[in-house]
């Protein structure tokens, strides 16, 4: 197998880190995206005054993460999940919003 890159760098190193930074980013923002949108699911099935009780149970999460989670899913969800189907790069306006 012939390797482009026959050197170890610190050049080559940090490319490689922000690569694997760049996918991680991608990867975390569209697994909060797609909770998100499964937290809503569930509170939108279960009886009212169930919500609190089911997320400590069942999922482990606070109100207040599960509400920013949906939240997150309401605002980005379509256009971030969207552009991360192709391979282009989500609008980058977008994730610098996040916070």
Same mark, same amino acid.
């Given at each position: 197998m012939n390797d482009l890159i026959t050197e170890r760098t610190p050049l080559v190193i940090a490319a490689e880190i922000n690569t694997i930074r760049h996918y991680a980013g991608k990867i975390l923002l569209t697994s909060a995206i797609v909770i998100g949108r499964r937290l809503k699911? =569930?509170?939108d099935l279960l009886p009212y005054g169930e919500w609190g009780k089911w997320l400590k149970e069942s999922v482990c999460y606070s109100q207040r993460t =599960?509400?920013?989670l949906i939240q997150l899913c309401e605002t980005y969800g379509t256009k971030l999940l969207v552009s991360s189907d192709s391979d282009s790069h989500p609008d980058s306006s977008l994730v610098t919003n996040l916070t």
């Open positions: 699911e =569930a509170k =599960a509400d920013r």
